[in-house]
């Protein structure tokens, strides 16, 4: 009974177009940052290494490497700030959570890539024209 009710409240903060992605994908993230009085997209690519809990509060953390060093960003999977969430590759992994990773470097970090189908939820919420295939395009 009081599930229903929270469940109820929460349906109005879910955001409807993110794409169906899983651990060991690697994802293009759009995140919306404000300069001064302006406001751009910055996009973050790197591997899903982590998903926590369900419903609105739900999270993802992707990984990447940049000049060496490794950089983690956690974002709540509902929320404004992230404009989009692109699937680049699909990896075929073993484990709920990546962290082993972490102590990996170079190819050693590379994962397998697992051919699924991603349909239109794959390209759900990027931006227009950014999604286009090579069928598309002919």
């Known amino acids: 009974m009081k599930r229903a009710g929270i469940q109820r409240?929460?349906?109005?903060?879910?955001?409807?177009?993110?794409?169906?992605?899983?651990?060991?994908?690697?994802?293009?993230?759009?995140?919306?940052?404000?300069?001064?009085?302006k406001e751009r997209v910055q996009v973050f690519t790197g591997v899903v290494i982590a998903r926590r809990g369900h419903g609105a509060p739900e999270t993802f953390s992707v990984r990447r490497i940049v000049a060496g060093e490794g950089v983690e960003r956690t974002w709540p999977l509902h929320c404004p700030a992230v404009s989009f969430i692109r699937v680049v590759r699909s990896g075929?992994?073993?484990?709920?959570?990546?962290?082993?990773?972490?102590?990996?470097?170079?190819?050693?970090?590379?994962?397998?890539?697992?051919?699924?189908?991603?349909?239109?939820?794959?390209?759900?919420g990027a931006p227009e024209g950014a999604g286009a295939t090579a069928a598309e395009a002919t």
């Open 92 to 124: 075929r992994v073993r484990r709920a959570k990546l962290t082993y990773l972490r102590k990996r470097v170079g190819k050693a970090t590379r994962l397998v890539e697992e051919r699924r189908e991603l349909g239109e939820a794959g390209a759900a």
């Open 9 to 37: 409240i929460e349906a109005a903060y879910l955001v409807k177009d993110r794409p169906d992605f899983h651990i060991g994908d690697t994802v293009d993230v759009g995140v919306r940052i404000m300069e001064g009085d």
